[in-house]
């Protein structure tokens, strides 16, 4: 992808999050199912590091849930984290030794932030189909694998919206956003996402997701350096709007 399409698509989602993340995080106070289910996997008392934390709904859950343990998040979008600073601040406090940052995965800078904090499992939740450019993702992935000890796991999720016919309808042409449709990878959408306070008119922003397919994912562990433990398929309507899989750092 070129590096100004790569930059437009970028922009795209800082400018909804910039706009819309108080609003977003007052949809996301409660965890998806299917991240419930992933982390109740997990050893009580881990060290996590979670790409893309939001607003800190996972960090909080997590607090409840173990009675020791670390957990990393990091973010983009200073938004969010301030609405997950505020939400821990509120909480009870737990026995989870809780820290969040702001980091962009689209720079590679990221990781060196994130290696001074020893992880065993490395969680994405939703993210990763939020970034542009397929040679940046695998790079991603690269470095993902590199803070992770052997063996170590590394859990995602990604949106499968293509089992709504909700959110099919709600494509976007490119042509709205100003972008080239040539210019894109195969997956790439453009969809938008609505919002309404009570008496107050709906607003609309946009964002940019690439729908992954199960040949793609599995390309991307392979090259990357992870071996596919598991997959299910959770969340929305009929509890197949998110597909999660646990991969496994291979053993050099």
């Not at 200073?78 to 820290?99: C, M, Y």
């Not at 993702?137 to 694998?145: E, G, S």
């Not at 709205?176 to 309404?196: M, Q, S």
């Amino acid at each position: 992808m070129d590096s100004l399409t790569f930059q437009r698509l970028l922009h795209l989602n800082q400018e909804f999050y910039q706009k819309f993340g108080p609003a977003f995080a007052a949809t996301r106070r409660r965890i998806q199912p299917g991240v419930r289910r992933a982390v109740n996997g997990l050893p009580v008392g881990g060290r996590l590091l979670d790409l893309g934390c939001g607003s800190g709904a996972l960090a909080l859950e997590l607090d409840r849930l173990w009675i020791t343990g670390s957990y990393f998040g990091l973010d983009f979008s200073n938004e969010l984290l301030v609405e997950a600073r505020g939400a821990l601040h509120s909480a009870k406090p737990g026995g989870v030794d809780i820290r969040f940052a702001r980091a962009d995965l689209t720079d590679p800078g990221w990781a060196d932030l994130a290696a001074g904090f020893p992880v065993d499992v490395v969680l994405a939740f939703a993210v990763l189909h939020h970034i542009p450019d397929s040679s940046v993702r695998a790079r991603i992935l690269r470095q993902v694998r590199g803070l992770l000890p052997e063996g170590g796991v590394f859990i995602h999720s990604e949106w499968q919206f293509q089992h709504s016919a909700k959110l099919m309808a709600r494509r976007v042409p490119w042509e709205t956003a100003g972008i080239d449709e040539t210019k894109l990878e195969p997956g790439d959408t453009l969809l938008d996402w609505r919002y309404a306070l009570p008496g107050q008119p709906e607003q609309v922003g946009l964002r940019y997701v690439h729908l992954f397919t199960h040949e793609e994912l599995a390309e991307l562990a392979a090259q990357a350096g992870f071996t596919v433990d598991s997959e299910f398929e959770s969340d929305g309507e009929g509890g197949r709007l998110g597909l999660y899989q646990a991969w496994r750092k291979i053993i050099s």
